[in-house]
Nanobody, 130 residues
């Protein structure tokens, strides 16, 4: 069982930056794949980024590549999402998720599916003004 708490959201102008944090409590954080998803009003929750348990693999949705960076600190049981060059289209509630699917990290896109992550945080609002 893992409990997740996000923080770091807020209101920034376009072109600005935010760093989201997701603190986990529970056991064996280092064994979990961690993901960030986002959801806008009236839209489905969509994949943003993921990092493998050993941090060897990181994947991003195309719209954030080169702007967002996911990383993890297993000693602090925390995963981060550094968001730079923010755009109004990045406005959403951002959710942290954790899972331990027994799936390959190469040649598959399972990590984009929210159902692969059984544990979720409550979300943090990110609003980008133009």
């Amino acid at each position: 069982q893992v409990q997740l708490v996000e923080s770091g959201g807020g209101l920034v102008q376009a072109g600005g930056a935010l760093r989201l944090s997701c603190a986990a409590s529970g056991r064996a954080f280092s064994s979990y794949a961690m993901g960030w998803f986002r959801q806008s009003p009236g839209e489905e929750r969509v994949f943003v980024a993921t990092i493998s348990p050993d941090a060897v693999y990181t994947y991003y949705t195309d719209s954030v590549k080169g702007r967002f960076t996911i990383d993890r600190d297993d000693a602090k049981s925390t995963v981060y999402l550094q968001m730079n060059s923010l755009k109004p289209g990045d406005t959403a509630v951002y959710y942290c998720a954790a899972g331990r699917p027994l799936r390959p990290w190469v040649g598959s896109t399972w990590y984009q599916n929210p159902s692969e992550y059984p544990y979720w945080g409550q979300g943090t609002q990110v609003t980008i003004s133009s």
